[in-house]
């Protein structure tokens, strides 16, 4: 199955790769080695691969379709794209656009694309290379950029970019788009629809946000980089290393996942590859996962 029916909201997965990223240990610094062995029959093969220890994870969107209008949810790490800190990311060639295609959806279809927060991995397919300039790949969409993230991560404002993951970044992937007339930065919430809304998700980024979606008795949560492997659910107080605030990101993460537990919803993560899609409950101090949505890739 790759696409799921939620109320109103049509949801079809498109990912533009997946597999290993980094070393457990760097990846989440403070997790213990123990907590991956305890829970390996959970992480592996899609999660973990604990033959040489690295976490596995996808690069993907989520494609909406609601009211009539058609949704992107985060963008990937694109094509092209100069990318001296993460070398597997350096000039890609993936066949995102095709799989796109294979959705019944063009580039010019797109209303609108939402950037859970503007980390490399999140707004590379907002532009493309065309004769040497970056355009926006959606030319009639309107991009929803969080302003926090907007100003945090220009490079006028943070000189600390150079040299890390977000090199570049914001010049080939942001403000192209900005220029073009077609970003709306909002702040605190924004409602998308009658069964979308935007709200603020601050800790890994200042930016950082969910998409949740309330339809017909349905509840989902598109939960960004809330959490990049199901260890957090059992474990979340453990941040990423690139979590810009621990103290805000771990109490995000207790609220929306508590939220998710209260309300029944589906838990759709940036980064989870798999089955991709989950559902949680309390446990003890964190939370369980009850169950996976079978979302194939497409």
Known sequence: MNELQLGDVTITRIEEMHGPV????????????????????????????????????AMQTWLLRSEGETILIDTG??????????????HLRTGYLDNLAAAGVR???????????????????????????????FPNAVYLMPKADFEFWHPARNPGIAGGVNENVFEDSV????????????????????????????????????????????????????????????????????????????????????????ATALVLPAHFSGHGALEVAHRGSGFEITNWAPLARL
């Open 22 to 57: 980094m070393p457990a240990g760097h990846f989440f610094p403070d997790l213990p080695a123990a907590a991956w062995a305890e829970h390996r029959a959970a992480l592996v093969p899609d999660h973990f691969d604990d033959r040489d220890d690295m976490v596995q994870v």
């Open 175 to 262: 403000a192209p788009v900005h220029a073009a007339g077609q970003v709306h930065l909002w702040e605190g919430s924004h409602r998308i629809d009658s069964n979308l809304r935007l709200e603020a998700a601050p800790g890994h980024t200042p930016g950082s946000s969910v998409v949740v979606l309330e339809s017909g008795g349905d509840r989902a949560l598109f939960a960004g980089d809330l959490v990049h492997t199901p260890l957090q659910v059992a474990h979340p107080d453990h941040n990423s290393c690139f979590c810009e605030d621990p103290e805000q990101a771990r109490a995000t993460r207790r609220r929306l996942l508590g939220w998710a537990a209260d």
């Open 77 to 90: 790490v694109g094509d092209d794209k100069s990318r001296p800190a993460v070398e597997a990311w350096d």
């Open 107 to 137: 580039p010019e279809d797109v209303d609108l694309v939402v950037n859970t927060h503007l980390h490399v991995d999140h707004v590379g397919w907002n532009t493309r290379l065309a004769d040497g300039v970056w355009v926006p790949t």
